[in-house]
């Protein structure tokens, strides 16, 4: 149980004006307000002020942002005109219908267009998916049920209960906060169960413990929340009783992260997991014996569990472990723990060196491997012979692409994907093994790819670690010409090539009209994130956060040196961990870069873990409140090291009043302190939305024409 950063309503504008903002005379969990600040230093900061999420003063600044900055944003050349291609391109009748989950014989997808922008929760016969001619049901119209109740749902996914799969709890958002309410749901009738189990609005993590069961973790109350701000306590909850006289079942301390049970249907038999979050990336994991005893799990706390098949559970090590390297995947019998018999460890799967595992799931009698290798996506299938050893195939899939695995069955070892590039529409397949993919469904070109080109180049960091990149611009192009980067950085999530339409993540097609009009796209992997498993990740960890940030300046001297680009007439991207990429980046680099694209950002790094689930990422950044911590912290975090002064490069920032994950704070501060030092930026506040900056495609269309006339600005080659 991970809840990664991530790891999705236009404001009414007073009159246009032409120019970014300058500086001014005036500038789930529970929102951290100025009174949380706890020392002198803190309490001096000006800005504190707008760590009050909902605060009128708070609230009032970012009003006059939002309106100063969209006025001038929407006045620039071709922003109506970026906006209308991007909605079509995003809300498109000719989509493709991805499966969210195979139930049975049935499959489910959340389908988004013009018409219905929230969604429509429907469900297919799994034969007519299969035959790419589904017969769908609606059972669910998101948009609708919002209007009946008068609240703004957003879709947060749907738990069914297997295997029969009649009675499903759906998780609604509103507004797209973390925080959703929890409904049970019957799909033989296609409504909300009356009297059925209801989980009032919280950070929930909860799973069926039987066809009258939940294990439920949420917010009980009064000291029931972690530091994080998510559940600390996990309970049995029987139907027909009140929530409030549910069974603990473990509680964990404050300091932990969070507490859940999570439920593997294997075989008929379900195996309930109870997970200790101690820190983002450390848990104590136990099997629930039928008689309710935890008996602990012999894998470390590190290992990111990720499938059951045969009686047998799979997980993905992340640091060595018994002679068996990190990144490795492992198993053992679950039925020999709970007998009390100590378990085989086998080795299921050993990725080489330029490879690193993204995705496990589990079919009828085989295990589905994701995988990447050097940042290209591939899918095996593994199965274990009589004699206990494990045999690969691979999937014949188009080289050089991102490989996402859908969904699988379970009653067959039928398994669905969607494979793209750059350049190559997404293609729906089904796959089996011992069998060439049936292609299901597959989109339609949306842009003229034969006049552009995409190559995988390497840069060299400052430690001589060799960073690769893709570059995407128009054939023929021999540059300087303005260049935009992608990264992230962070959290073992790695970024790969998908169809231009949707580059960069939550502003596309920014990337697409931006390589159309003769620029440069550059999706970059820097250390951080997962393209070469455990060991690229921990390279950033703590006090090696720099190396992303070197990583990525790194890239940005490569296109100079190869003469992609020119100094100054880059600009960088990135949202979540990948917004304090990007402010860090024109902080301490402000001579290289020519702008920034700051979307849902960590930027205050000395308050950060005070604010909404900072906390939970203190195994990500460290401690800021152990000076030991804060000594390699205080290096980089953005907002402590701004100066007046500097000629920064002019900033575009994004974020959500909703987002209760990272705190608005943290972009309102960074804007609040240009501001004070009189520089220019320009400061976008969805009022909803929550950590994706808004909720649905209509907000990602607004953004990306509003990245676009940024871009064309900022950058001198415009």
């Known amino acids: 149980m991970r809840y990664p950063l991530l790891l999705a309503a ?50 009032a600044k970012v009003n006059q942002w939002n309106a100063r900055s969209l006025a001038a944003l929407e006045a620039m050349p071709g922003f109506k005109q970026y906006q209308a291609r991007a909605l079509d391109l995003l809300q498109d009748d000719r989509q493709i219908a991805n499966p969210d989950q195979i139930i049975g014989n049935r499959v489910l997808n959340l389908w988004q267009d013009k018409a219905n922008p929230r969604g429509l929760w429907r469900v297919a016969s799994l034969e007519s998916f299969t035959a790419g001619k589904p017969e769908w049901h609606t059972l669910i119209d998101v948009d609708a049920l919002g209007k009946q109740e008068g609240k703004s749902w957003v879709w947060k996914g749907a738990d069914c209960l297997a295997p029969d799969y009649t009675r499903c709890m759906v998780a609604l958002s509103n507004g797209g906060g973390d925080a959703v309410l929890e409904r049970e749901f019957d799909l033989t009738t296609g409504r909300f169960v009356d009297g059925g189990f209801t989980v009032p609005t ?43 006289a549910a069974t603990e079942i473990a509680t964990v301390p404050k300091d932990y992260v ?13 195996y309930p997991i109870l997970n200790k979050a101690v820190d983002f990336y450390h848990s104590d994991v136990s099997h629930i014996a039928p008689d309710g005893r935890p008996i602990p799990s012999p894998v470390p706390q590190d290992a990111e569990i990720n499938a059951m098949l045969d009686g047998r559970l799979f997980a993905t090590l992340q640091s060595d472990w018994n002679g068996i390297p990190a990144g490795a995947i492992v198993a053992y019998s679950v039925p020999d723990v709970l007998a009390g018999r100590d378990p085989q460890v086998e080795r299921v799967f050993m990725p080489s060196r330029s490879q690193a595992v993204e995705q496990v799931a589990s079919g009828q009698s085989v295990l589905w491997v994701k ?48 494979v793209e590039g750059f350049l190559s529409p997404p293609t729906l397949d089904a796959v089996r093994p011992g069998a060439a993919p049936v292609k299901v469904d597959a989109l339609p ?53 998908t169809y231009l339409t949707g580059q960069p993540y939550r502003s596309g097609p920014a990337g697409l009209f931006w390589v159309e009009e003769g620029n440069a796209f550059v999706l970059a992997n820097i250390r951080g994130g997962g393209e070469y498993g455990p060991r690229w ?31 100054g007439d880059i600009a960088v991207s990135g949202r979540s961990n990948g917004g304090l990429l990007t402010s860090t980046a024109i902080v301490q680099r402000p001579d290289l870069y020519g702008g920034a694209v700051i979307g849902s950002p960590l930027i ?95 907000a990602d269309a607004q953004r990306a024409a509003l990245v676009t006339v940024y871009l064309n600005s900022v950058l001198k080659g415009k």
């Not at 993590?205 to 600390?232: C, I, K, N, Q």
């Open 258 to 270: 969070s507490v859940g049970v999570g439920v593997f249907e294997d075989g008929g038999t379900r």
């Open 445 to 497: 070109a949306r842009f003229d790819a034969a006049t552009m080109d995409v190559v995988q180049r390497f840069a060299t960091s400052k430690d001589g670690t060799k960073i690769p990149y893709f570059l995407v611009r128009k054939k023929g192009e021999s540059g300087p010409v303005p260049a935009l980067i992608h990264a992230y950085g962070g959290f073992n999530l790695a970024q790969t090539p």
């Open 371 to 418: 995988l990447l290798d050097d940042v290209s996506g591939k899918l095996i299938a593994l199965t274990r012979g009589a004699d206990g050893a494990w045999s690969q195939q691979a999937m014949a899939l188009p080289a050089n692409s991102t490989v996402t695995l859908d969904a699988t069955a379970h009653d067959s070892n039928l398994a669905f994907v969607t």
């Open 537 to 567: 990740h921990k390279a950033t960890m703590r006090e090696k956060h720099q190396n992303a940030f070197d990583d990525l300046a790194a890239v940005a001297e490569d296109l100079i040196r190869t003469g992609v680009s020119t100094k």
């Open 604 to 698: 205050d790094m000395k308050r950060y873990s005070h604010l909404l689930a900072g906390a939970s990422w203190i195994g990500e950044y460290g401690d800021p409140d152990k000076p030991e911590d804060w000594a390699f912290i205080g290096q980089y975090s953005p907002y402590q090291n701004m100066k007046a002064g500097v000629d920064y490069p002019v900033p575009f920032l994004y974020t959500s009043t909703e987002d209760d994950r990272v705190h608005p704070a943290h972009a309102r501060k960074f804007a609040a302190r240009l501001e004070n030092f009189g520089d220019d930026f320009y400061y976008y506040e969805d009022p909803e939305g929550g950590h994706a900056a808004g909720a649905d495609r209509i």
């Open 10 to 59: 236009a404001a009414i504008l007073p009159a246009a004006c032409t120019a970014p903002m300058t500086g001014m005379a005036d500038v789930a969990a529970p929102a951290a307000g100025p009174a949380a600040a706890d020392s002198t230093a803190e309490a001096a900061d000006p800005n504190l002020y707008l760590e009050d999420i909902h605060g009128e003063r708070a609230l």
């Open 202 to 244: 919280a950070k929930t993590r909860l799973s069926w413990a039987g066809p009258d069961a939940l294990y439920v973790a949420s917010d009980f109350g009064p000291d029931s929340l972690t530091d994080s701000g998510y559940p600390r306590t996990v309970k049995l909850w029987k139907r027909g009783a009140p929530l409030s």
